[in-house]
């Protein structure tokens, strides 16, 4: 006995051939709302940049001194001077050729300067992901199957220590007790190869990673219990089927579903906040790249960043979705939107 499906936009049907058909469908449909709505974003961020107090060539200049020529070939240059729609548009005729622009402030290809921080972003997601979900199913299934005892009681405790902690409040006591008292773990770089990479992005992942786990932890947990109070559960224990076969084979494959809901909001605000990671341990990611380009009004930069996280967001959603078809095959992306 299994339990249905959630709703989620997507409709249990059956056959092999007409499953397949079906999601290719649903993702060129999905892939298709998708332009509109990067659209809509990109033009409302630039709208917001446009309209906030300062001006773009001041911060490029500084303190330096100019003389009105120097002034007018600047704004010139990154059409400054034309209206909103007028430089939205020129943007956007440079992004459908591939090409996000040139940063105001670093004077270089704003593809090249997101491409040299990206590997630093990427790598600390990837790491901070891989504890979230896999030690936060793990635990919370654990605390679940040992409900009520001292272990269930410390996993709980631990959840609520970490939810209510943000993650630059952890990287920073982080920072401080494993790498200034301790000398465990490097204070600052981002490391280079891979293993040295792991290494010193191990604390700012930990601390990324101790705010959001908590959310898969308790919900692992609610589920796993649901599903352990099941029929079917009761069945295959009165048919002498093993713990740990119940565990992993029925019950964790059916608690999965809302965890895996779950899983792309939380993956989403794990690259939200490495912004604020990066920062408090002096990493050199997008985040980074981020902040400064918003301090300084560098428009092409933020765009680029913008766009760049806003198809990120819409592909982990689409994942999530695909991704309910390998946890229960009954799941079919037929009559979408049905």
Request: glycine share 10%; charged share 10%; net charge positive.
């Amino acid at each position: 006995m299994h339990r249905a499906a959630p709703s989620t936009g997507l409709t249990a049907i059956s056959g092999g051939a007409n499953g397949g058909s079906s999601l290719v469908v649903f993702i060129t449909r999905r892939l298709a709302v998708t332009i509109p709505l990067l659209l809509i974003i990109s033009f409302g961020v630039f709208a917001l940049i446009h309209i906030a107090p300062g001006d773009p060539v001041s911060s490029l200049l500084g303190a330096r001194a100019s003389d009105p020529a120097t002034l007018a070939a600047i704004r010139a240059r990154y059409h400054l001077d034309d209206s909103l729609l007028v430089q939205y548009g020129t943007w956007l005729s440079q992004v459908i050729r591939g090409d996000l622009g040139v940063s105001i402030l670093g004077n270089r290809s704003v593809t090249s300067t997101i491409a040299d921080r990206l590997g630093v972003t990427i790598f600390l997601s990837l790491m901070s992901t891989t504890l979230v979900l896999g030690l936060g199913i793990l635990l919370g299934a654990l605390a679940a199957f040992r409900r009520g005892t001292g272990l269930d009681r410390t996993v709980v405790m631990f959840s609520v220590f970490g939810i209510s902690s943000p993650a630059f409040v952890t990287g920073i006591f982080f920072l401080y007790v494993f790498g200034v008292l301790l000398h465990w773990f490097p204070t600052f770089g981002a490391g280079t190869g891979f293993l040295d990479r792991a290494w010193h992005l191990a604390l700012p992942a930990l601390a990324l990673a101790a705010s959001t786990m908590a959310i898969v932890v308790k919900i692992t947990r609610a589920a796993v219990i649901e599903e352990l109070a099941r029929d079917y559960v009761t069945f295959a224990r009165a048919r002498g089927v093993s713990s740990r076969r119940i565990l992993l084979a029925y019950v964790l494959r059916n608690s999965l579903i809302p965890v895996i809901t779950a899983a792309g909001l939380i993956v989403i605000g794990i690259l939200a906040g490495a912004i604020y990671v990066e920062v408090t341990f002096s990493l050199p990611g997008l985040g980074a790249l981020m902040i400064d380009a918003v301090q300084k009004r560098d428009i092409p930069t933020i765009q680029g960043i913008t766009l760049l996280f806003s198809a990120f967001v819409v592909l982990v959603n689409l994942a999530v979705d695909v991704i309910y078809t390998l946890i229960d095959p009954r799941i079919r992306f037929g009559r979408v939107g049905s």
